[in-house]
């Protein structure tokens, strides 16, 4: 069986072979972490922004949209606590001069033991066979328990560090754990340093005295201080929400796994604002709410896992991540965040502004509480480019690679193909491209034989393709195929229309949220 980190390169070299995702100025040899949607991956893109934006704005009487600017006061930042405790620790290796982040380096030796203890645990399955008990294993065998006592013991020490915000034990712990840098293999580090993940420009010109804002690291914000415009000129009652789709920035000292951790992404976010004392209320339907707009999908109920917080940020009561199964691990694709009153107050405090809410029902003003659901469109994608991936062998020796993305998200609804490029075939095929484009994403090809045709379909997840025959001319039926099973059915162009209609529309997943 393919390793998963080679199953994951495969799929990265598939994103780019058929136009999903391009690294960011490519022909210039690159700029890091930073990545290009291409004509697939556009759609792809739009169209899961358009399951979460329908999902939020239609399928809610009491959630509304903005799009607020990416520049936006800098004392925003300072309110906001971004410009003080925005950091990720950072560390040097003076040999190879490369630039690590000394929680991620601290991190992936815990992943390492955890490797170890999995090695003995799989080397005992294999000798003991059916008869093996896993946990009685890990109870009992001495080495797993000395690198479970290991792990332990470093996890207590990196946790206690981090809370402390302790840079210097930090780096002990890099120093007591023979941590070496993966490049030049040396421990010669620096000293552990704060580095904040914002980028930084200017507005104006300098002659002016320029100001120095900030690339948004979050979407969030522009929702804050907008919390009473829209209130007030939406007429909108508590309970009610706010959500945003937009670009942020974070200058991440570690960029890893493809669009995983980017340097410019976009989020998908949403602050709920609720009344004082019922936050947990609203954070659990939340939780549960976007579980099933992930789950409605179809990309596999276990492949997902809530992640709570224990420890959480001083603002925050309570917290979880969604994650999904990657090939790299379980990993965190959206928070769900019950923000308590802190973002609106800090802006009252900061701005000097009132920022509250007249609840009619109580007779009495409050600053709201607030949960915040919050989601990476790229990471979003990821899941879906990696769940969907899949080569196939097929009867007689042949292979496929196929897309299996939901048919409502997939770039290209249906390609209608001319079965040869003569007699009529191509205007008729031409004719029913029409017919469909008004209502989906509808591609025509004549080029090369049909099974190559189904073939580039399939790898870029088309869940629908119409050839069309001789026999169409007679009696206006075609050849409607099947991505993920591959059959086909003779059916009227009337009914192929009905079948793409029902199967590719949003509105089909949208219905199973409700
Ligand atoms: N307003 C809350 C907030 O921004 P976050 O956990 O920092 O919370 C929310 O980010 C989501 O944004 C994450 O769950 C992830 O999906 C996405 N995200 C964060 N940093 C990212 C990065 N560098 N590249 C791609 N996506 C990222």
Redesign the pocket.
């Known amino acids: 069986m393919a390793k998963q980190e080679d199953v994951f390169k495969t799929i990265v070299s598939h994103a780019k072979e058929y136009g999903f995702v391009f690294q960011s100025s490519e022909i210039y040899d690159g700029l890091s972490a930073v990545y290009d949607y291409g004509q697939n991956g556009v759609e792809l893109k739009n169209n899961i922004k358009r399951y979460w934006w329908e999902a939020m704005t239609m399928l809610h009487d009491n959630i509304v949209g903005i799009d607020s600017a990416i520049f936006m006061h800098p004392t925003i930042w300072k309110a906001s606590g971004h410009v003080d405790a925005f950091n990720d620790p950072l560390i040097d290796n003076r040999d190879s001069k490369k630039r690590y982040r000394a929680d991620v380096l601290i991190e992936d030796e815990i992943g390492k033991i955890e490797e170890k203890i999995n090695k003995e645990v799989s080397k005992a399955a294999k000798r003991f066979g059916d008869s093996f008990d896993e946990a009685m294993f890990r109870q009992t065998n001495p080495r797993v328990l000395e690198h479970q006592r290991k792990r332990d013991e470093l996890h207590e020490r990196f946790a206690k560090a981090m809370e402390a915000n302790d840079l210097a034990e930090l780096k002990q712990i890099i120093l007591d754990y023979g941590i070496v840098c993966p490049i030049s293999g040396t421990r010669n580090w620096t000293d552990v340093r704060q580095f904040n993940l914002m980028f930084k420009t200017e507005m104006g010109s300098t002659a002016d005295g320029a100001m120095e804002v900030y690339l948004r ?4 914000q522009g929702i804050f201080v907008n919390y009473l415009n829209v209130q007030k000129t939406g007429r909108m009652r508590i309970p009610f929400g706010i959500a945003q789709i937009g670009k ?1 920035f ?1 200058n ?1 000292i570690v ?1 890893r796994q493809f ?5 410019e ?1 976009e ?1 998908m ?1 949403m602050q709920f604002f609720v009344r004082p004392g019922e936050e947990l209320k609203y954070f659990d339907f939340w939780r549960q709410t976007r579980l099933r707009w992930h789950k409605a999908l179809g990309l596999g109920d276990d492949k997902y896992r809530f992640h709570d917080h224990e420890k959480l940020a001083h603002y925050a009561n309570a917290a979880t ?1 969604i994650e999904f199964k990657m090939p790299f691990g379980f990993k ?4 769900i ?1 019950s923000r308590t009153d802190f973002d609106l107050s800090q802006h009252e405090k900061f701005s000097g502004k009132k920022i509250q809410y007249f609840d009619p029902e109580l007779g009495e003003s409050y600053v709201p509480y607030v949960i ?1 659901t ?3 469109v ?3 994608f990821l899941t879906v480019l990696c769940s969907s991936y899949e080569e196939q062998q097929l009867e007689g020796g042949d292979s496929r690679v196929v897309l299996h993305i939901p048919a409502p998200l997939a770039p290209v609804k249906c390609a209608v193909l001319p079965l040869i490029k003569k007699d009529g075939l191509p205007e008729k095929a031409r004719e029913i491209q029409h017919r469909l484009r008004f209502d989906f994403n509808c591609h025509y090809e004549e080029k090369d034989t049909i099974g190559k045709r189904y073939r580039r379909q399939d790898a870029i997840g088309t869940p629908y393709c119409i050839t069309v025959d001789h026999q169409t001319l007679e009696d206006d039926t075609v050849t409607l195929r099947h991505r993920d099973t591959m059959a086909q059915e003779r059916v009227s162009i009337a009914e192929a229309e009905r079948i793409l209609k029902e199967e590719v529309s949003l509105n089909s997943l949208l219905r199973k949220l409700l």
């Open positions: 690291p979050e979407t969030a942020a974070r991440e960029a669009i995983f951790r980017m340097r992404f989020q976010e991540d965190e694709v959206e928070g965040h915040e919050s989601i990476g790229d990471r979003m």
